[in-house]
């Protein structure tokens, strides 16, 4: 295989430093015809650097195992810290494939006014994952900071006091909610949940709320065993439907440059005016590794309504009450990409996600498609791993009635729509006129009957 060495262009340090022209020799190195690398040498420092520097790598790998394991960040996919033999391990499992790029918007273009509508497509088009996120939203990292904790703290209250929170009037869509879901024969009992209008507690009239006390219920507040959590689940629920209200703006002018018969500003008219704002503080348990499952946390769904805004999720030693990394490369959130692969999606702690919903696939005549998710349990050896993640839920009044714009049919609707992991769409909006409640009505008893045939 021997051929002649081609010469590797050598830049001196001081003439970098001089700002010597030294463009030639560079086109040399990493043209066409180079070799794409070069060196510089004269560097101040660097051999003694070097010298002390290297041989650290060979004590640093010769560490007892035990000493290693603790420098070690699966949450990175061990991407910071120590590394042996994970390289390709988190793709070996049946679940796992290549990541897609989440797309990424900046609050301060949503605030601007930017045309994103490109950017926009291309997270919850046919080609999308149905997801974004929005970065450099004022406050938000220390409003989730103080949130997340809370749930854990809430999740592990004395049961009597836990039972004071319980609202079975509007059947446990207000205060705390364990063991009350049924989506299959057995109840839910893989997490707990704490619900709230972060904007009003008390959203319509009393005639109204009294003859829709599951939609419009009275907020509930443990004033007395954790006072922090109500204005800390305002503030941060508060902050995440602004910023959800600005996206609306961009979603509308995208559906109206692309859909003829679609109501200029309806989207944003709609979420700026509503009253059907939902949060959930979610504490997810730990699970018996025994008992694993790809949906463990929680199952394959759609989110059903229109527009979901959610914090990234945050990992707890159950026990310890001790925030932690997530220890397990294969827990989290999972959405099915259209090609029909589960992706694994992480969101920056810094971030917030916000999800496209079945009811907005509708209302933009399938332009727009929400794509199943579901949340895989986390495990470590020793360890009870826990969950809190906040998402806000971000709907249209109840009676609002689901219809596809002008010159877009039911087909269209449909196209794009994935059927391996959820009850079909067509079988639960089955006709123009269907009002917001009467499709929750019927998609909640098709989970039902689905998840029994599991």
Request: net charge negative.
């Amino acid at each position: 295989m021997a051929q002649p060495q081609k010469r590797v262009v050598t830049l001196r340090y001081e003439d970098l430093v001089a700002g010597k022209d030294l463009t030639d020799e560079i086109f040399e190195a990493y043209g066409p015809d180079g070799l794409g690398a070069l060196t510089i040498s004269g560097i101040p420092g660097f051999v003694q650097q070097r010298e002390e520097l290297l041989p650290l790598g060979h004590k640093l790998a010769h560490l007892p195992e035990e000493k290693l394991a603790k420098l070690e960040d699966a949450e990175s996919l061990w991407n910071a810290g120590w590394s042996y033999g994970k390289e390709g391990s988190y793709v070996e499992d049946t679940m796992a494939q290549p990541q897609k790029r989440v797309v990424t918007l900046r609050y301060e273009d949503l605030v601007a006014g930017k045309d994103l509508t490109d950017e926009i497509f291309e997270a919850y088009g046919p080609d999308g994952l149905g997801a974004l996120t929005i970065s450099g939203i004022p406050g938000f990292v220390q409003q989730r900071e103080e949130l997340l904790p809370l749930g854990h703290k809430l999740a592990h209250l004395p049961e009597e006091k836990l039972a004071k929170l319980e609202d079975a009037e509007s059947l446990w869509n207000a205060g705390w909610s364990y063991g009350k879901e049924k989506f299959s024969a057995e109840p839910d009992t893989s997490k707990g949940s704490f619900y709230a209008n972060p904007l009003y507690d008390v959203a319509v009239s009393e005639e109204v709320r009294k003859s829709n006390l599951y939609a419009y219920p009275k907020n509930i507040w443990p004033k007395e065993d954790l006072p922090a959590l109500e204005p800390s689940f305002k503030s941060l629920g508060k902050t995440m439907y602004e910023v959800v209200v600005l996206l609306t703006k961009q979603i509308d002018a995208l559906v109206e440059k692309r859909i003829p018969g679609y109501k200029k500003g309806m989207l944003h008219e709609l979420i700026s005016t509503t009253k059907k704002i939902k949060g959930r503080l979610l504490y997810y348990y730990p699970v018996d590794k025994t008992k694993d499952k790809e949906d463990g946390w929680i199952g394959w769904h759609n989110d059903s309504g229109f527009l979901t805004a959610l914090t990234s999720a945050m990992f707890f030693d159950d026990d310890a009450a001790k925030a932690m990394p997530n220890p397990d490369p294969m827990g989290g959130l999972w959405i099915v990409s259209r090609g029909h692969d589960n992706v694994h999606v992480k969101i920056p702690s810094d971030h917030l996600a916000v999800q496209c919903g079945e009811c907005l696939q509708i209302v933009t005549g399938g332009l727009l498609v929400a794509t199943p998710h579901c949340v895989r349990p986390s495990f470590s050896e020793g360890t009870k791993v826990g969950r809190a993640t906040f998402p806000v839920f971000i709907d249209s009044d109840i009676h609002f009635k689901l219809e596809a714009p002008a010159g877009r049919s039911r087909d269209d609707v449909f196209e794009h729509t994935a059927r391996s992991k959820v009850p079909p769409l067509d079988q639960r909006w089955t006709h123009d006129g269907m009002t917001f409640s009467e499709f929750l009505k019927v998609s909640f008893e098709q989970y039902y009957t689905w998840n029994l045939k599991k």
